[in-house]
Nanobody, 120 residues
Framework: QVQVAESGGGWVQPGGSLRLSCAASGSVFRLLTVNWYRQAPGEQRQLVALITSGDLTNYADSVKGRFTISRDNTKNTAYLQMNTLGPDDTAVYYC??????????????WGQGTQVTVSS
């Protein structure tokens, strides 16, 4: 079963940047759709960005123009480049990856989350 793990969170001042990574196990990474979600305290988890196996991307309106999702299939890793961060971006960021038609990844996998804190 595919597993994913996030890294790259931390504290940053408003206007700063961070890059999150989502590393996946196994040999099916190129088939995965990779999603980044975030959850702030007291709020529901929300989809931030996704990238399909064919490199199609989609973003939440709140991050368009500031965040960029990408993937490197040679490294089994997806990235979320976050620029011009503001306090409203403070949340735990989760990676969720899944595929279609393969038992090893069709159920999807969540990472443990990585904290992003934006404050002065």
């Amino acid at each position: 079963q595919v597993q994913v793990a996030e890294s790259g969170g931390g504290w940053v001042q408003p206007g700063g940047s961070l890059r999150l990574s989502c590393a996946a196990s196994g040999s099916v990474f190129r088939l995965l759709t990779v999603n980044w979600y975030r959850q702030a305290p007291g709020e529901q988890r929300q989809l931030v960005a996704l990238i399909t196996s064919g490199d199609l991307t989609n973003y939440a309106d709140s991050v368009k123009g500031r965040f960029t999702i990408s993937r490197d299939n040679t490294k089994n890793t997806a990235y979320l480049q976050m620029n011009t961060l503001g306090p409203d971006d403070t949340a735990v960021y989760y990676c969720y990856a899944y595929c279609r038609g393969l038992s090893s990844c069709q159920d999807g996998a969540w990472g443990q989350g990585t904290q992003v804190t934006v404050s002065s």
